[in-house]
């Protein structure tokens, strides 16, 4: 396959996933709008709590790594 080719079919790929993303965040954006102060409140809170779960599983997975970080850690403490 040519270079051109190849950047050419890349190039299209990428303006295709723009595309695609630039409409998944205009619906959100809509839905997003409709929703009450609760359900907003709701989702904000649900949000954050995944985030934080999603930290800490790996902060778990750091100390008990091979690597020796929570030995580092403790070390600096």
């Not at 954006?29 to 609760?38: N, P, Q």
């Not at 930290?55 to 008990?64: H, K, M, P, R, T």
Request: aromatic share 14%.
């Amino acid at each position: 396959m040519p270079a051109s080719t190849s950047s050419a079919f890349s190039e299209e790929l990428w303006n295709m996933v723009v595309c695609h993303v630039q409409s998944a965040s205009h619906d959100f954006a809509i839905w997003t709008a409709r929703l009450s102060d609760g359900e907003r409140v709701v989702g904000l809170c649900v949000f954050a709590l995944t985030i934080v779960m999603i930290f800490s599983f790996g902060a778990g997975w750091l100390f008990e790594d091979k690597a020796g970080v929570g030995e580092f850690v403790s070390t600096l403490f």
